[in-house]
């Protein structure tokens, strides 16, 4: 048996732990530079649809709810403790999201009797409410989820069998595009073919889905049957490029500014590089000015860097993005963006040398493994940014806006919750 644990609303329920006055409010969290609201708790959703720009919310709308800056750096730790405390209850777990995680839970006598105590262990250590599907299969189990989210009668807890008659009638409301792996382009396919249910899905030939979709899509249709048989790592691909950038919170044409911008968004682009084990053979600079400021000349530059050889190193990948930004850099421009690309992605482990390429001496390459392993390592355990190269300057004008942020009571000594 599969378990889904799945955190509600969790960006909300992170800053209500904090700040109980919020508790039963409608909350809703931002984007980058507070632009549009990206999270809900249940009482705004009827007041505010998902992905509403803050500045076009009506006033009205406005004196009534609450608005916060996305604080990721919270949210990372109150996932950190959430999965910790299940961890410690169940051996068998596979974290899927922030706010998300697979468990597994074979030989248990009631396993709903069972996830209503760990559902509230994990409220009374952590705070956060959470809620359980349980089936055969993760598919199923994401359904469950659903359901016990949505009927209180359940107490945050479903099962729901393959045989179970209440899942026929589950399945056969469901749309087709509501399904755990199915995307936009897949959903609109498969109505435009005539199945349109989740239940349409189950009952098609799992070999024409395959023919005519790939192998992932008839394992979800053979999971809606009740077979488990798809594993995260059928969803979980390492990226072929990895994007790293986001807007100014003011223009800005110093290139000291662009300077450090292009320093922080290389060394977090080298970090995802290591995070999926891969490294990159050449990055991508570029520079954005803003398209709507008519008065302002534009300029939009790139450039693509070849790095001396493959590498995650963060050292390397910032010295080759400042030569880039070096090149493509010329004043008397206001710049809105700037960003970093990882380019010729490969893994690690089976890097093919090219003897007409340079590479890099494997002494050489044994010390930057160890150090990245080290610094990366330190940084999981002491906060992100304990130890980071180059400093970075608060409220700088390449920084993202987040004038409605909360504290990272968790993660910041200077930030701790003070009790009166």
């Known amino acids: ?41 249940n009482e705004i959703k009827p007041l505010v649809p998902m992905g509403m720009p803050a500045f076009k919310i009506p006033p009205n709308i ?54 209503k105590r760990l559902r509230a262990i994990i409220k009374r250590n952590t705070g956060i409410p959470v809620s359980i599907g349980l089936s055969s299969a993760r598919t199923l189990s994401k359904i469950a989820n659903h359901v016990a989210k949505k009927n209180p009668d359940y107490e945050g807890v479903c099962w729901l069998h393959p045989s179970d008659y209440k899942l ?22 498969l109505q435009a073919m005539g199945i349109k249910t989740a239940w349409q899905l189950k009952e098609a030939d799992p070999k024409f889905i395959r023919k005519k979709f790939s192998v992932v899509l008839e394992r ?17 691909t390492p990226k072929k490029n990895i994007m790293t950038s986001h807007s ?8 000291y500014d662009l300077h450090e911008a292009i320093r922080v968004h290389a060394s977090r682009g080298a970090e995802k590089l290591r995070k999926q084990n891969s490294v990159a053979r050449a990055v991508l600079v570029f520079l954005k000015t803003n398209r709507f400021r008519d008065d302002l000349p534009q300029y939009n530059p790139s450039i693509v860097v070849p790095l001396p050889y493959p590498t995650n190193d963060t050292r390397e990948i910032i010295k080759t993005t400042q ?13 809105m963006k700037a960003g970093v690309m990882m380019l010729d992605l490969t893994d690690k482990d089976i890097e093919q040398f090219d003897i007409f390429s340079a590479s890099q001496d494997s002494e050489e390459r044994q010390k930057s493994d160890t150090l990245m392993n080290t610094i990366d390592s330190i940084n999981r355990k002491m906060g992100r940014d304990t130890i980071r190269i180059g400093g ?9 806006k987040r004038d409605l942020l909360s504290k990272r009571y968790t993660t910041r000594w200077d930030e701790l919750p003070v009790v009166k």
């Open 168 to 189: 026929e009638e589950l399945l056969k409301q469901l749309p087709v595009s509501e399904i755990w792996g199915v995307g936009y382009r897949i959903a609109n396919k």
């Open 62 to 115: 406005r004196k009534q709810i609450t608005l916060l800056s996305s604080n990721y750096e919270l949210y990372g730790d109150m996932s950190r403790r959430v999965f910790d405390t299940v961890r410690e209850h169940t051996a068998d777990l596979e974290i899927y999201s922030i706010d998300e995680a697979f468990i597994h839970l074979e030989g248990f006598g009631n396993p709903v009797e069972y996830c």
């Open 220 to 236: 979800t249709a053979l999971e809606l049957q009740g077979t488990p048989c798809i594993e995260l790592d059928d969803l979980d």
């Open 392 to 400: 970075i300057r608060q409220n700088a004008a390449w920084s993202i």
């Open 248 to 255: 100014f919170r003011r223009l800005t044409g110093s290139l």
């Open 323 to 335: 030569e880039g930004l070096k090149a493509i850099y010329r004043k008397g421009y206001l710049f």
């Open 1 to 41: 048996m599969i378990g889904l644990i799945d955190c509600n609303n969790f960006y909300a329920s992170c800053e209500r732990v904090f700040n109980p006055k919020l508790e039963g409010k409608p909350v809703g969290i931002l984007s980058n530079n507070d632009g549009c609201v990206i999270a809900r708790s």
